[in-house]
């Protein structure tokens, strides 16, 4: 369950917060192959599952930045807010791919809030999350995302 922010000084006291976990989704081949699409990347290691079998990671792996996105997915799951006006991504730093997500693998999101300070009007909220790899020993990304929240 999200926990809730409802203004500028819940956000700067929240620093240091553990946020939690999201609930555990599967990467499919499916997913991959869509992202591959999108994005135009269809590098072997991601979609040509004969020859990813044979390869470094036992088969096909999502992208990295497949894995990265996620984290737009995650973020609703971890935290909310009540009173918002609007919320506008402004970034993201630190991003690191310590292990390859397989196909078929589950993963989930863990928050932190890492920093929060007053901007003119609102509030700059930096949420650390850390993509998770069931039963896996490193995560697959980590991330500090940058958000700009303007409360009513």
């Given at each position: ?107 989930r999101g863990h928050g932190e809030v890492v920093a929060a300070e007053e901007v003119k009007g609102g509030v700059q909220v930096t949420i650390r999350v850390t ?22």
């Amino acid at each position: 369950m999200a926990q809730r922010f409802d203004s500028v000084a819940g956000v700067l006291a929240a620093v240091g917060s553990d946020l939690g976990h999201t609930e555990w989704m599967t990467v499919t081949q499916e997913r991959i192959n869509l992202f591959a699409d999108a994005t135009d990347d269809h590098q072997w290691i991601h979609v040509d599952e004969a020859r990813a079998a044979k390869g470094p990671f036992g088969g096909c792996i999502a992208h990295g930045y497949l894995t990265l996105s996620l984290a737009s997915k995650f973020l609703p799951e971890l935290v909310a807010y009540d009173g918002l006006r609007m919320g506008v991504n402004y970034g993201c730093e630190r991003v690191r791919f310590p292990a390859p997500v397989r196909a078929g693998s589950r993963i989930r999101g863990h928050g932190e809030v890492v920093a929060a300070e007053e901007v003119k009007g609102g509030v700059q909220v930096t949420i650390r999350v850390t993509v998770e790899i069931e039963g896996g020993a490193k995560p697959a990304c980590v991330v500090d995302t940058i958000s700009r929240l303007f409360f009513d």
